[in-house]
């Protein structure tokens, strides 16, 4: 499957008119090309365009000016509609392009496999760049020229002192993701207790690998590296169960979580190498016939699969050398730089609005509850000390430091999921990077007191944070706290979709911050809001509801009356409650179902939103009844 003589990568300096035509006429098996651009939700287009097309005319492709797409058809609501849907592809030839192979079709001439160059675009609507590409390409831009300003107007940092900003070239905004999958065989699946007990008893993390899945995660790691991704690690993660061996010698009942991580790199190109690794792991472990999810929550009662999103800013120097501008100079006296104090500070204070970016499905909103390693409250741990470097996974932004090495010193987002859109998540994180990198750099405060200002408590007043709110902890978040001591000192995490896009309603100053520079502009920001409106309302009305019917229907009585005992009746009593509140109606009273989706039908999301949280916890406690109940019945 991996065969060295294909092309698996155009770099930039090879995207010239004279260069392409030489390599592609070099590997006649590439025989479609697809302009990708990338939508507000985070999809991407792939228009097959034979390449006999593309080389005839392809000076015109390069420029620009030779494809277009409906933007109707894409998520770019209210901005290309049905009466203005022309949006115009415009290539981007900073970045790598990657040929998709496609493992089940062959060229006849040669007997290698068909491949698909897949060009990474713009997209272009009257005159207006609207896609997550450039959103994140823009973003980057001026985040750039604002902090090199910053060093412009102060050039002594605190914990910089040693970085010239005269000797600086460039600023590389270093960023990394790691995906998570859950990984079974197709139209099995294992039960729910089995799965929550390995993950209580620690069976499945970082264990061996075997059969078909072994052979699908070297593969992939192996495929990434054909790429240019360099992958450091495939491994187990928490959730799952032990698989079968059938009696041909092949697996049985896998339902196995993973993680493939590779190295980190910068701007855009993170997104499209995270692209570009979903699609690999898709199709391998499907050639090695197993099913993938990147669902963020794909079973109920079990780890959810998370995607950890890495952040750091960096100098490239004129003498060549990179500097990693969130160390201080002293590694083992301070935790941070100011520019690194002020990144970590302006990804808290403004979170409330990228929240929504980040979590904008019921499934994403399904992981983030307490107990399963995911962040449920807007606060960071920095370490025991600067000199213990220690890890809290229980906070929404970790700081990794490593005291050898201090050009790894980074941020860890721990909310994000496969299918966070991570162009504008990365685009909302620097954004709110700059916002606090000004305010510290400008308050003309030492480390110690920056430090001491990420430290505070709630009630006390700060330079920057909010009075009211706490920012730091060192505890276990989950053990340590209640839930409403969680809410009081870090911020009441929203429930819903609508209660997370709301947030662009209820802090408006902070989402100024967000449209600092004018690129994500309110109008892209509102576009994405009622794009995930529509999908939240589709996924209630059309999936949620009639799923949570079916399992209502299928609750059915099954004690005998001269078997039952009052218990059986007691518990079918609460059952037969709880079935007719969520799907009964009556003249006098509407069931949930029929009440959300009027409160859906009039428009009414606060409504909607309220009685979608009762739902879930009726489903909830019905569930557990109904287990309760069927245990109890022994004929």
């Known amino acids: 499957m991996n065969n060295k003589d294909l092309l698996y990568v155009i770099k930039p300096e090879q995207q010239t008119e004279e260069a392409l035509r030489e390599l592609l006429l070099q590997h006649p098996e590439i025989k479609f090309v697809s302009l990708m651009g990338v939508d507000f939700a985070g999809n991407d287009t792939d228009e097959k365009i034979p390449m006999k097309v593309f080389l005839e005319d392809m000076r015109s492709f390069l420029e620009g000016s030779a494809a277009q797409t409906d933007g109707s058809s894409v998520v770019l609501t209210g901005i290309a509609t049905l009466n203005n849907a022309r949006v115009d592809l415009v290539v981007d030839k900073s970045v790598n392009w990657f040929v998709d192979y496609n493992y089940e079709h062959f060229d006849a001439a040669n007997g290698k496999m068909i491949g698909t160059l897949r060009i990474p675009c713009y997209l272009l609507h009257n005159g207006n760049f609207v896609d997550s590409r450039s959103i994140l390409k823009n973003t980057l831009d001026y985040v750039e020229s604002e902090i090199m300003e910053l060093f412009k107007k102060h050039p002594v940092i605190p914990g910089l002192e040693h970085v010239n900003p005269a000797e600086i070239e460039k600023l590389v905004f270093t960023s990394a993701t790691e995906l998570e999958f859950w ?69 049985t009942h896998v339902m196995e979580q993973l993680e493939v991580d590779w190295k980190f790199a910068s701007g855009v190109q993170t997104g499209d190498n995270e692209l570009l690794a979903r699609i690999i792991v898709k199709e391998v472990f499907r050639m090695n016939g197993l099913e993938v999810s990147f669902q963020a929550k794909p079973i109920p009662g079990v780890a959810g699969s998370g995607e950890h999103t890495h952040v750091g800013i960096a100098a490239r120097m004129k003498n060549g050398k990179f500097v990693n501008l969130f160390s201080p100079k002293d590694m083992h006296k301070d935790f941070l730089s100011a520019i690194g104090y002020g990144a970590l500070m302006g990804l808290l204070k403004n979170y409330e609005v990228t929240n929504p970016f980040i979590s904008c499905t019921i499934d994403s909103l399904n992981r983030l509850k307490p107990g399963f390693e995911a962040p449920v409250c807007i606060v960071t741990s920095l370490g025991m000390s600067p000199e213990n470097p220690s890890r809290n996974r229980t906070i929404l932004a970790g700081l990794i430091r490593d005291l050898d090495n201090d050009k790894a010193t980074r941020i860890e987002m721990r909310s994000p999921n496969p299918y966070t859109n991570t162009y504008i998540a990365l685009a909302a994180f620097y954004l709110s990077c700059l916002d606090g990198i000004k305010a510290c750099v400008e308050s003309g405060k030492d480390l110690k007191a920056l430090e001491k200002e990420i430290s505070k408590k709630a009630g006390e007043p700060g330079f920057y944070l909010d009075t009211d709110r ?165 004929d």
């Open 183 to 251: 990984v079974k065989s197709p139209r099995e699946d294992a039960p729910i207790e089995a799965l929550s007990s390995s993950q209580m008893m620690q069976e499945q993390y970082w264990q061996r690998t075997r059969g078909n899945v072994r052979t699908a995660l070297e593969q992939t790691v192996e495929t990434l590296d054909l790429y240019g991704l360099e992958p450091e690690m495939g491994h187990k993660e928490c959730g799952g169960v032990k698989g079968q061996i059938d009696a041909a010698g092949h697996m």
């Open 470 to 634: 706490q920012y730091r902890t060192e505890d276990d978040v989950f053990e340590d706290f209640t839930a409403e001591e969680r809410s009081k000192l870090f911020g009441e995490p929203p429930a819903t979709v609508w209660e997370n896009l709301c947030a662009f309603e209820k802090y408006p100053e902070k989402v100024g911050v967000l449209t600092q520079g004018g690129i994500l502009k309110k109008e892209y920001i509102e576009s994405f809001k009622q794009g995930a409106l529509i999908r939240w309302k589709t996924e209630l009305l059309t999936r949620l509801i009639p799923e949570n019917y079916l399992a209502v229907v299928e609750m059915k009585k099954l004690h005998e009356p001269e078997s039952c005992t009052d218990c059986d009746l007691a518990l079918w009593h609460k059952i037969q409650a709880l079935r007719t509140k969520l799907a009964k109606d009556s003249f006098e009273e509407k069931s949930l179902f029929t009440s959300i989706r009027k409160a859906i039908a009039a428009e009414d999301y606060d409504t909607a939103s309220a009685l979608k949280i009762e739902m879930a916890k009726a489903v909830e406690e019905l569930k557990i009844l109904y287990h309760d109940y069927k245990q109890n019945i022994i």
